[in-house]
């Protein structure tokens, strides 16, 4: 009985209770680099106040910095979400989110939602930057324009088994995605090198002298 009691007992120490707020979409850059947003989901049967909740971020080199403080009077509805982004040039007010501010995030960085306790309630990791919020050993891939981080879904209820690689994905970058990447970006235009254009003159004038010989050698012949 007694090793019974020990074994429920280590069971219940080493399980991890999922946390009924996390992290479920990331994006870390859209029509421009700092189109950015995390959205975060109560699956929760009632609403839930995040007054004093910190969204924070790391940089490559592992620098903590703030996204969003959230200001009281903030709750999060009953399985529904919380979206902070980035502020500029109105990207937050046109996707409707709720928190915002000048913040960005990059390649190689992470996000952590953590409570009025300091506690990290949920995290995600991408790329390979150093001493990172994460849940698990592995991480995503960096993530390209328009790609999102996406924690899966299976039958209405988000994974969460406190592992950043096996329970997010990257979803794929559509053609008018990739497209519209293209356009956006400032158009090559093909110059020629200096020593190049020499080149091309001193064959245009061979060219000429070969011609201008064979004209000279063909009256010599007839005359």
């Known amino acids: ?3 019974v009691s020990f074994l429920v007992l280590t069971l219940l120490l080493l399980a ?10 990331v994006q870390i850059a859209g ?33 903590d910095y703030s ?14 979400y919380l979206t902070w982004a980035n502020s500029r040039e109105g990207f937050a007010d046109n996707i409707q989110a709720d928190l915002s501010s000048t913040a960005t995030l990059a390649i190689n960085n992470s996000v952590a939602l953590i409570n009025s306790d300091g506690q990290i309630v949920s995290a995600v990791a991408w790329g390979q930057g150093q001493d990172q919020y994460q849940e698990g050993y592995s991480r995503l891939p960096n993530p390209e324009a328009h790609q999102l981080i996406k924690r899966k879904n299976v039958d209405g209820v988000y994974q969460a088994s406190q592992s950043n690689f096996d329970d997010f994905y990257l979803t794929e970058l559509t053609i008018s ?10 158009p090559l235009r093909r110059q ?3 020593w190049l254009n020499l ?8 060219l000429v002298l070969v011609k201008i010989f064979n004209i000279y050698y063909q009256k010599k012949i007839i005359s």
């Open 192 to 194: 020629s090198a200096p």
């Open 199 to 206: 080149i091309l003159l001193a064959v245009a004038i061979s």
């Open 177 to 186: 995605n990739s497209l519209l990447s293209f356009e956006e970006s400032t």
């Open 67 to 80: 996204l969003r403080l959230f200001p009281q009077g903030t709750v999060i509805p009953a399985q529904s």
């Open 16 to 25: 991890q209770p999922t946390s009924a707020l996390i992290i479920v979409e």
């Open 31 to 63: 029509d421009q680099s700092d189109h950015d947003y995390v959205k975060i989901y109560n699956s929760q049967d009632r609403e839930i106040e995040v007054n004093s909740y910190r969204l924070r971020k790391k940089s490559a080199s592992g620098k």
């Open 1 to 3: 009985m007694k090793k």
